[in-house]
């Protein structure tokens, strides 16, 4: 004779229905993508996962579920390695940057998220296969808090990603109302500024700028500066090279560089040590800068783009927050966004911060 549950066992019944409910989300192709149940077998697949690979580490029960990144590391270190010690120990992360339909399929991953870039080597080969997948473009502010809800309804994390969203809308509000303070003041004017990617090959160095329409032209408007290469045609889709004598012709009252694939101190030495910048009317103030990183460069769209935001505007204008410490603001992201608290791991991000950008 079959026993009549207890209300105690439908009570369970109910709770794993609810656990295992189909969730949807929007991903940022516009096409709705549908999980059966919280995802167990997460892939970060394609050409630039490492930004991605940010947005899902902001989550600690889909970080749980990681089971494979494709090569994240830029040059300067392996960051979600060092925030989760179980990737190094399977020998690495896994290089899928060019889409291996087999080699992910054979994975069986119930979540695949992919780069926007990748949308036709990954996601439009996967689907097909019956692979849930979920693309992320995430290059601009107004991306990142649009996304990031649908990512924390995917994984089954609203009030994460609530949380995450909050904590940015909250630094990008008071990095506004520092800026609108200083501008407000009698004689204020927007400091004339140049981002500049510095690259050495051959022991020849050379600068590009970014789009206009790019993360680091709005951010250096919203620092309250005025990007001096916005509006003269020389970007394009990309990082466009700009000459000595362009640079010099802009004389920016202050030059900040940024390097991705390698430290960006070095870099910033040898132009330090070149008579010609000495010339720069951001040479004579001082404001020859290396914008900040550490296994990372922050001025990409990685979620440390909004610390970078703050040091920047810190840099341009220091009467308006004079309490900014850039040491005490990593340690606090990374233990709000990510959960490192005071030991090795954020003992050695501080380190890279301080190698990369001496004296900041």
Not at 71 to 88: I, K, S, W
Not at 194 to 207: N, R
Not at 302 to 314: E, T
Request: aromatic share 8%; hydrophobic share 50%; with cysteine.
């Amino acid at each position: 004779m079959r026993r009549p549950y207890s209300w105690l066992a439908i009570g369970f019944l109910f709770a794993a229905g609810a656990v295992a409910a189909p969730r949807t989300a929007v991903d940022a192709n516009g096409d709705a993508v549908t999980l059966a149940g919280p995802p167990e077998r997460i892939v970060v697949a394609g050409k630039a996962a490492l930004i991605p690979s940010d947005a899902l580490f902001l989550f600690p029960e889909g970080r749980k579920h990681l089971l494979r990144l494709a090569r994240v590391d830029q040059g300067m270190g392996n960051l979600f390695a060092l925030l989760e010690p179980g990737l190094a120990a399977e020998g690495g992360v896994a290089t899928m940057q060019n889409g291996g339909t087999e080699e992910l399929a054979a994975l069986r991953p119930d979540l695949v998220i992919a780069k926007t870039a990748s949308t036709a080597t990954v996601v439009g080969k996967l689907r097909p296969l019956g692979i849930p997948c979920f693309a992320m473009s995430l290059e601009t502010p107004e991306e990142w808090l649009r996304e990031l809800p649908e990512l924390g309804r995917l994984l089954g994390e609203e009030a994460r990603a609530a949380e995450v969203c909050g904590m940015i809308r909250s630094r990008m509000e008071a990095v506004a109302a520092g800026v609108q303070a200083a501008l407000s003041a009698p004689g204020a004017v927007r400091p004339r500024v140049l981002v500049l990617q510095a690259s050495a090959a051959d022991g020849t160095m050379s600068f590009s700028v970014s789009p206009d329409a790019w993360l680091q032209t709005w951010m250096v408007e919203a620092a309250g500066g005025d990007p001096v290469w916005k509006g003269t045609g020389l970007t394009a889709d990309g990082w466009s090279k700009v000459s000595f004598e362009q640079i010099a012709a802009w004389n920016p009252d202050a030059i900040f560089f940024v390097s991705f694939k390698a430290p960006v101190a070095p870099l910033l030495a040898a132009v330090e040590s070149d008579r010609r910048w000495q010339l720069l009317k951001a040479a004579r103030a001082g404001r020859l800068r290396a914008m900040p990183a550490d296994l990372v460069a922050y001025a990409q769209p990685v979620s440390r783009w909004i610390l970078c935001l703050q040091w920047l505007a810190a840099e341009l204008w220091p009467e308006a927050f004079p309490g900014f410490g850039m040491e005490a603001e990593i340690a606090r992201f990374y233990r709000e966004f990510f959960g490192v608290e005071a030991g090795p791991v954020q003992d050695a991000l501080l380190r890279a911060w301080r190698e990369s950008c001496p004296g900041g």
